[in-house]
């Protein structure tokens, strides 16, 4: 499968604990986005990295998240200190030209 | 700020009815729109933008800035268009981020 990959597809973890999700683009995409998706509502927007540049993040994106994208190659997610309103699923999604944007399957986080 | 509002959670059709799935968005520059699909157990995929003015699976979309609309429309439903459709939007000319509505869930029956 050469779309865009995400790791791992579930995460169950207790509140406080920290996670990291990764997602690997299509490889020649310079373009990275991650979004949250929760129940009974689209995507919405957390952060954007063009090559290792993280050029934009949501409000959403309180002190606990933290993204990386150090060669401009995968990114990672971190939330530390988890919390039950931060179970979503968590998407990313990686573009070229043309401004399409091509979605991993997503990670599904539980904070218990 | 932009928004997009799809008003309708759930539409179900008989198949070979017409289909319209509605799409209302705001927004003060100029916009890109966009139709994503998402069928089950699969991930989420572009169907169509409206820059392209192409028709895919038999669905099209066309962008009406007076009515700042993005309607999206089959004329005969089939089974597998049975999916979670989300209308989106970008601000035009650059690669920045995607605004969702909250989606429209088409269910096509015998």
């Known amino acids: 499968d050469t779309g865009v990959s995400q790791d791992p597809r579930h995460k169950i973890t207790k509140r406080g604990q920290n996670v990291t999700f990764r997602c690997d683009p299509i490889?020649?995409?310079?373009?990275l986005y991650w979004y949250r998706q929760t129940l009974g509502q689209g995507p919405e927007f957390l952060t954007y990295?063009?090559?290792?540049?993280?050029?934009?993040k949501s409000r959403l994106l309180s002190d606990r998240f933290s993204a990386e994208r150090p060669k401009g190659s995968f990114s990672t997610l971190e939330i530390q200190r988890t919390e039950q309103g931060d179970s979503a699923m968590y998407l990313c999604?990686?573009?070229?030209?043309?401004?399409?944007?091509?979605f991993g399957a997503g990670t599904r986080l539980s904070v218990l | 700020a932009q928004r997009v509002t799809q008003p309708e959670k759930l539409l179900s059709v008989f198949k070979g009815a017409p289909v319209e799935l509605k799409c209302n968005y705001s927004?003060?520059?100029?916009?890109?729109l966009f139709w994503y699909v998402q069928y089950s157990r699969q991930r989420l995929q572009l169907l169509l933008r409206?820059?392209s003015r192409e028709s895919i699976k038999g669905f099209t979309a066309d962008l009406n800035k007076g009515e700042t609309s993005f309607h999206l429309k089959k004329p005969f439903a089939q089974e597998e268009d049975s999916a979670m459709y989300y209308c989106?939007?970008?601000?035009?000319?650059?690669?920045?981020?995607?605004?969702f509505g909250t989606g429209t869930r088409l269910q096509v029956t015998l």
């Open positions: 990295f063009q090559n290792e540049a993280q050029l934009e």
């Open positions: 989106a939007l970008v601000r035009a000319g650059t690669a920045s981020k995607l605004t």
């Open positions: 490889s020649e995409h310079n373009r």
């Open positions: 409206h820059i």
């Open positions: 999604a990686s573009g070229g030209g043309q401004n399409i944007q091509y």
């Open positions: 927004y003060s520059g100029s916009p890109e």
